[in-house]
């Protein structure tokens, strides 16, 4: 019979309490963040259980023993590598509280993965794209709610492919981002960080678009919640703002009504769609990672593809002794 924890040991429940306060504390991880470190923690604690232990008494071999767990369970590699990396988190937080005298997975290492690719829309599918969603915007014979409803995702479309915002950034864009005269809007994105991101002239003016058609269908009604709501993207749900799950719907049925595949299509897509486009045309590794919001430029490098590519077409098309 497996080990069963001692009584005095603090429960999973409690360790994992903590160790998200730490999180949002120290690193500013946002609720997104925290949720994902919840699932995955939870699902390791029922496995635990099952064999007689907790996080305060398991040893390295329980834990490979759940990750071939996930693997006969049909988790993909990333799945397993992302439920691993939450295990190392926790056993080094552990550690450094005195909770455990040991880190057991210190040692494991992970399946072992390529990084992929991301998907990328080309240029001309995100401009079908946008001009599907323009047409829809601009559709006389539609009733007030769904012209309102095809402005605001032609404006979403428009500031995300603009800037390269994380979904989550997007959708909770405060109001004032949308004034007229603003070039520049600051995003508030993981780990609380701001940053500065610019708009182009489109993207102004579809936010323009929408915020006055939002105040025309409000009308006289200043007490209505969403009228005086300060997001741009206002809902009547627990966030108060559109979310991310909404947005990602309406985009995918934009794709089909586009000659698109639904399943090509996301936000996170069209994020990669900026960066590598804006790479494609030249512009700095640095820069790029700066607009996105990446802490390390590693995460960035996933795009070196692009460059790689443009390089090669720049020799081989301007090059003297390149063949003709």
């Known amino acids: 019979m497996p080990a069963r924890p001692a009584a005095n040991k603090p429960s999973d ?6 160790f998200l306060d730490m999180l949002a504390a120290e690193q500013g991880a946002g609720p997104n963040t925290l949720d994902a470190y919840r699932r995955d923690l939870t699902d390791f604690s029922e496995f635990l259980g099952r064999v007689g232990h907790s996080f305060a008494d398991a040893e390295t071999q329980t834990l ?13 590699s990333t ?49 079908r794209m946008l001009r599907r969603a323009k047409e829809l915007s601009e559709a006389q014979d539609a009733s007030p709610s769904k012209r309102l409803r095809a402005l605001r995702l032609y404006c979403l ?24 005269d603003a070039r520049m809007i ?5 780990g609380n960080k701001e940053r500065l991101v610019p708009l182009n002239e489109a ?7 929408y915020l006055a058609a939002t105040e025309a269908a409000n009308g006289e009604k200043k007490k209505d919640s969403l009228a005086a709501s300060k997001w741009l ?3 009547f749900g627990e966030s108060g703002h559109l979310t991310r799950q909404h947005f990602a719907r309406d985009l995918k049925e934009l794709a089909v009504a586009s000659g698109l595949q639904a ?34 430029i590693s995460t960035t490098q996933i795009y070196t593809h692009v460059v790689e590519e443009r390089l090669k077409s720049l020799v081989r098309d301007l090059h003297p002794l390149a063949e003709k």
């Open 79 to 127: 799945s397993v590598a992302r439920r691993l990396s939450a295990m190392r988190h926790l056993y080094r937080f552990l550690l450094s509280e005195r909770i455990r005298g040991d880190d057991p997975a210190a040692i494991l290492s992970g399946p072992k993965r390529g990084r992929g690719l991301p998907k990328v829309l080309s240029i001309s599918d995100v401009d």
């Open 13 to 18: 429940t409690k360790l994992t309490g903590l």
């Open 64 to 76: 490979r023993d759940y990750l071939a767990d996930l693997d006969s369970r049909g988790f993909k």
């Open 186 to 190: 600051v995003v508030r994105g993981k």
């Open 157 to 180: 479309l428009e500031v995300l492919y603009a800037t390269g915002l994380r979904v989550s950034e997007l959708v909770a864009l405060p109001r004032s981002a949308a004034k007229r």
């Open 263 to 296: 399943r090509l299509v996301s936000p996170h897509v069209l994020r990669h769609a900026f960066a590598s486009h804006l790479l494609h045309n030249g512009a700095d590794l640095r820069i790029v990672q700066t607009l996105l919001g990446h802490t390390d």
């Open 203 to 209: 993207s102004r003016q579809a936010m323009a678009d």
């Open 233 to 235: 993207f206002p809902s």
